[in-house]
């Protein structure tokens, strides 16, 4: 009889955003308009140098001298040329040494599978579902405790205690997610505490996973844009970034994982590239990325491309400062917010994640997420996400007011 | 410290095609310029409605009032119930049944995930690599013998004491990979072969991972285009396809699997839903196919998409079809071919398969695949993919005849 990855049962419950849809579908609603600062999806339309991209390589793969098929696995060096010259060109960074994907959530989910189910993993808490749950459903944990923690995992609260940053444990660890601006508290990792990080990571031989989706974001100048800033990162790092939020691509869906060729791992069995591990499961495993999406991805490193980005970036900057200040003025304690699109909200009267959530989507009608659903240390804290169009930011604001 | 998943460590060297496209860098040219009977990829340029299509979304998504930014995991119901009404119309799949994803490659080799790693698991021999290597990664084998199997998988030869075909072992499997046409013999199962095969499944309570990713090219009433054209297959199949063979979106990436609602497993846990885990792993580790490409898919069941399908699919079979009567006429002893664009030929004098590929490499300049590498059954034999442009074909059997 076949038997099934019994490791899928330990999961909780439905997947957090799943959750949220429920209950959105399950609400009467009044007069008012929802308004949606729940899921980060990306709001504004795509920038005209992507959208004539695309349509460019859509003619191109329509004639038959310019028609491609299987494209390279880890990407188009076209691309990875141009991430390489851009995003890395102060840090010696090598085009060999990105793989394109088609999402930064994949990469993040699938790059465990390259690690032994034995190791010790540490994720921060509040956290990115994704990294706790692909570890989940890989046998890396226990159970779920009545603490709403796994048995097995190593829990990096980040609290009003911590600033929101996750600190290295006292003990030791093997696999490390982090993630800078972080999702959901939309708070950076200064540079000092990143090199902690790495020195750890160094001392121990573990394995650091750096989530940079939210890199485009940053504006403080203590936060560094790449883990490789840090000396000695490119031994024991990957870093995984993404068009989806920067430039709109959650519907499109490209990003790259950046795996030096220094990061090697020594075991009875010899030294092993990491490199040389993923690629051979994106050999395998993965087709590479469409050819138009990675066209499109390209032609954000053209002047064009970057004057959209930026003006992009600044619009978005400008709605969470909006927020971030409203919310502050109506008396809530908020966190984040300025190096992310995302607002880390205290909830008033020592209110239970899920009642603020039900309670602004009720009397409000304004989605936001619960920060429980992202861990045990989410308890007391909803996220706002500032994707949304300045006038309906605006209109969030006067109805909060209106609660008071 | 960290360790590393040792399975991978187990794989037998390179996958198969960076072998070849190892030995194809190495090659010292001469005059004569490569044809490629080699990797199955498309050659025709995309299709005028497919074009359309993805400059169409391409403009959409440039739009504010019509951007799409993340689509639903499973996909969008515009193609999923397009697939339904058209590829299953006389089967009842229902849309809901029907997972839209990046590559029948990437499904085929994440599916496993579902499954516990103690399952037993069958794979044809020769077989497409992807079915063996996702499960050796995942630790589903034993190590690579001598005989060049791996330990731990029951193998089911496809030779020509079988007609190319895989018969139910005799003993115990738990998960069963089949792919009619076969890749690579180019040999479609017959409707009497595939029912023992659903009646095995069901007396095993098993479970059949079926690939049609060549299911577009079947010409013999005798061979079904779906494993549900079988009664009672619905309880014990999952069925993938793939846009990539049929309408040249190898470079474009979308594919679907089918997984029927009767498909349940009952455990000491309960009775569980394979749509249900796959789910699952989609929501978390999988963020959908891009809304252009979706809609590209979708172009492919408008009249004008059928009618340009349908010219395609002939004219690779009229290529097919000549290769195959060119080779037989040079006296090879060929197969396969008639449902679907390989055709897989024996090798003369009893050369082995990397002998017979080295040769008609470096004497023709014609790149196969040799069938060694797709299992040792496959010794003996070389795939000759019949993508090509018909003149390469034609210049490829006037270069064989000068062999001789």
Same mark, same amino acid.
């Given at each position: ?10 999961? %909780?419950?439905?997947y ?20 949606n600062?729940?899921?980060?999806? #990306?709001t504004r339309?795509?920038f005209p140098?992507?959208v ?18 299987y494209?390279? $696995?880890?990407?188009?060096? #076209?691309?990875? /040329?141009?991430? *390489?010259?851009?995003d890395y060109?102060?840090?010696? @960074?090598s085009a ?6 088609d999402?930064?959530? $994949? !990469? ?7 690690? *032994? &189910?034995?190791?010790?993993?540490? @994720? ?5 579902? =994704?990294?706790?749950?692909?570890? =989940?459903m ?5 159970h ?17 205690e911590t !600033? ?11 696999? @490390? ?16 505490l990143?090199?902690?990080? &790495?020195?750890? *990571?160094?001392?121990h ?5 750096? !989530? ?6 940053? /504006?403080?100048?203590s ?7 840090i000396?000695?990162?490119k031994? =024991?790092?990957?870093?995984v ?14 990003s790259?994982?950046v @795996? ?5 791992i020594?075991?009875?069995?010899? =030294? ?10 994106h050999?395998?495993?993965f087709?590479?990325v469409a050819?138009?999406v990675?066209?499109?991805a390209a ?6 491309g970057k004057r959209e ?19 502050q ?6 966190y ?8 880390? $909200?205290?909830?008033?009267k020592q209110?239970?994640s ?9 009397e409000a /009608?304004?989605?936001? &997420?619960?920060?429980?659903? #992202?861990?045990p %240390?989410?308890e007391g804290?909803?996220? #706002?996400?500032c994707?949304? !169009? ?9 109805r909060?007011?209106k609660?008071r």
């Amino acid at each position: 009889m076949v038997k099934l990855n019994h490791h899928y049962q330990k999961l %909780s419950g439905s997947y957090l955003f799943t959750e949220i849809e429920k209950r959105l579908a399950a609400l009467k609603r009044n007069k008012k308009t929802l308004i949606n600062l729940g899921v980060g999806d #990306f709001t504004r339309p795509l920038f005209p140098s992507i959208v004539s991209a695309l349509s460019e390589a859509a003619k191109e793969m329509g004639e038959a001298t310019s028609f491609r098929g299987y494209g390279p $696995c880890e990407g188009y060096l #076209f691309l990875r /040329q141009a991430i *390489a010259d851009n995003d890395y060109k102060n840090i010696e @960074i090598s085009a060999d040494e990105i793989f394109i994907s088609d999402g930064a959530n $994949c !990469d993040i989910a699938n790059l465990q599978e390259i690690f *032994a &189910v034995e190791n010790r993993v540490a @994720i921060p808490d509040p956290t990115y579902p =994704v990294y706790l749950d692909s570890n =989940v459903m890989a046998g890396r944990t226990r159970h779920l405790l009545k603490t709403g923690t796994y048995g097995g995992i190593t829990y990096l609260p980040c609290s009003e205690e911590t !600033d929101f940053q996750p600190l290295p444990p006292m003990g030791h660890v093997d696999l @490390i997610y982090l993630c800078s601006p972080n999702n959901p508290t939309g708070v950076g990792m200064e540079r000092s505490l990143l090199k902690r990080w &790495v020195d750890y *990571a160094r001392e121990h031989e573990a394995v650091i996973l750096f !989530d940079g989706a939210y890199e485009a974001y940053i /504006q403080s100048p203590s936060v560094p844009h790449s883990i490789y800033e840090i000396e000695g990162a490119k031994e =024991v790092a990957i870093e995984v970034r993404s068009f989806s939020k920067s430039a709109g691509f959650t519907g499109l869906r490209c990003s790259y994982t950046v @795996i030096p060729h220094q990061l090697k791992i020594r075991d009875a069995g010899g =030294v092993h590239s990491l490199h040389g591990l993923w690629k051979r499961r994106h050999d395998t495993k993965f087709n590479g990325v469409a050819y138009p999406v990675q066209k499109a991805a390209a032609a954000l490193y053209t002047s064009a491309g970057k004057r959209e980005l930026k003006a992009s970036i600044a619009s978005f900057a400008e709605r969470t400062h909006v927020m971030r200040e409203g919310l502050q003025k109506l008396g809530y304690n908020v966190y984040g917010g300025i190096d992310a699109p995302y607002i880390w $909200c205290k909830t008033p009267k020592q209110m239970k994640s899920w009642e603020f959530f039900d309670y602004l989507l009720g009397e409000a /009608q304004i989605t936001t &997420v619960p920060g429980r659903g #992202f861990g045990p %240390s989410g308890e007391g804290f909803v996220r #706002f996400s500032c994707f949304a !169009d300045p006038k309906h930011i605006a209109e969030a604001l006067a109805r909060l007011k209106k609660l008071r």
